[in-house]
């Protein structure tokens, strides 16, 4: 989804989705004029004008959850647009990449495929022009592109991947995380949601709210624990909050384990302990549904807390009966909590895309919106990678779509809202509270 001539090396396109419909080509074009022979890459990736800088996108844009992501990069099209395409007089353009496998072919689609996610990093990271890139969503993807990012000194803007291990040192994460994840030893990374520190906060906060008393946390075999290190940060808050912590069970292989009849060891355990309230720290995938509805039918009286990483449609649709026992704390937030500026993007969404935006496309907006800010202040040497992360960290308050927030010198959002919902039958989100 770009107007300049592409280098020569690319990422397999063969599996990327139209993320846009006709409305959007004719905005693009738009947006993206004016790229003539002043403005194009040479030589594959070895030259480029100074006036030309690119921004990648690389997100799962197939599978059950490909309409978010799709969002997202509208969100991200929508602000460049609104930006007519430049900062100044530098043209900025947006490649837009898929990095899901076909959901035909793998079911775990949402997650990216890892080729395809370290191809597109390697690209980025490659192409002279290149001055942030923005993904992945989730966790894994993050953790297989953030280094090759860092290697060359690009931006890296996720609206997800609350893993803890990209910002900070923790008994949750890997050992060598953050550090291994920064080969080139210079912070390059920032994340638009809270951390998984920031969300087991406020998990133990809506837990106390519904007068959790004693939690049984379960984690799955993930290994390394992008998805699975909130249980163990759950585990060490909860008891501070006058929670009891009544078991633990880890090594859950729920990627294997497809069956509800395979977890009844784990079920057993978690029924011996009499717990009101079970965590369960691991990865959306068809295993994670079938221990939900295993525990449900074993202990129906009991709550289950998951986390935002398994707010996905696919999890939440194969809760089935235990969908409304089951409480998810998430920080993208109801549409009508966002500030008025999220008020008149989403309004010019509707207008311009003719369809009804949800939060994600705010986060895909956000993101863009603040590389176009860094591009502004580093000016004119905004091409120079290390002078657009200097002045990308020099932001102070960003006034943005999804609040007023700054990030800080790790890489973390100061944003600590969160949505406390309960799942409907239908597996639905139904909001019960907001989490601050």
């Known amino acids: 989804m770009r107007a300049s001539h592409a280098p020569a090396h690319r990422p397999d396109r063969s599996a990327r989705p139209r993320v846009t419909r006709a409305l959007l080509v004719a905005l693009l074009a738009l947006v993206l004029a004016g790229c003539g022979s002043s403005t194009t890459i040479q030589g594959g990736n070895d030259a480029f004008s100074a006036t030309t800088l690119t921004v990648y996108s690389v997100l799962p844009m197939l599978g059950p959850d490909g309409a978010r992501m799709t969002e997202i990069v509208n969100g991200e099209a929508l602000a460049l647009y609104e930006a007519g395409g430049h900062v100044g007089p530098l043209h900025v353009s947006l490649d837009a990449t898929n990095d899901a496998d076909s959901p035909l072919i793998s079911p775990d689609a949402l997650h990216g495929d890892t080729a395809r996610t370290a191809q597109a990093a390697h690209v980025a990271s490659s192409d002279l022009s290149t001055v942030a890139y923005i993904g992945g969503y989730t966790s894994a993807e993050t953790a297989l592109s953030l280094p090759l990012s860092n290697e060359n000194d690009v931006l890296q803007i996720s609206p997800g991947s609350p893993y803890v291990g990209f910002t900070d040192p923790s008994p949750a994460a890997l050992p060598a995380d953050p550090t291994a994840l920064y080969p080139n030893h210079v912070r390059t990374f920032a994340r638009l949601v809270p951390s998984q520190a920031v969300e087991a906060t406020a998990t133990v906060r809506f837990m106390r709210s519904l007068r959790v008393r004693r939690l049984f946390v379960l984690t799955d075999a993930s290994n390394p624990p992008y998805d699975s290190a909130i249980a163990a940060l759950v585990a060490a808050a909860a008891p501070a909050a006058g929670i009891t912590v009544a078991g633990a069970r880890n090594g859950i292989d729920t990627r294997s384990l497809t069956r509800r009849v395979a977890y009844g060891a784990v079920v057993s355990a978690v029924a011996a302990a009499h717990p009101d309230a079970i965590l369960l720290g691991a990865t959306a995938n068809v295993g994670a549904d079938a221990l939900s509805r295993a525990l449900h039918a074993r202990l129906p009286v009991a709550r289950l807390f998951v986390p935002s990483t398994l707010a996905t449609p696919a999890f939440l649709a194969g809760l089935r009966a235990a969908a409304t026992a089951t409480y998810v704390t998430s920080p993208i937030l109801e549409l009508a909590q966002y500030p008025p500026p999220a008020q008149r993007v989403l309004a010019q969404y509707r207008r311009l895309y003719g369809l009804t935006p949800s939060p994600f496309v705010l986060y895909g907006y956000e993101a863009m919106h603040d590389v176009l800010l860094a591009i502004a202040k580093a000016y004119p040497y905004a091409a ?43 597996g639905a989100l139904v909001l019960l509270r907001r989490i601050s």
Do not use: E
């Open 384 to 426: 120079q990678r290390d002078r657009l992360l200097a002045a990308f960290h020099r932001l102070g308050v960003i006034h943005g779509v999804i609040g007023d927030y700054s990030i800080n010198a790790a890489g973390d959002t100061s944003l600590a809202s969160f949505d406390g919902y309960r799942v409907s039958a239908t």
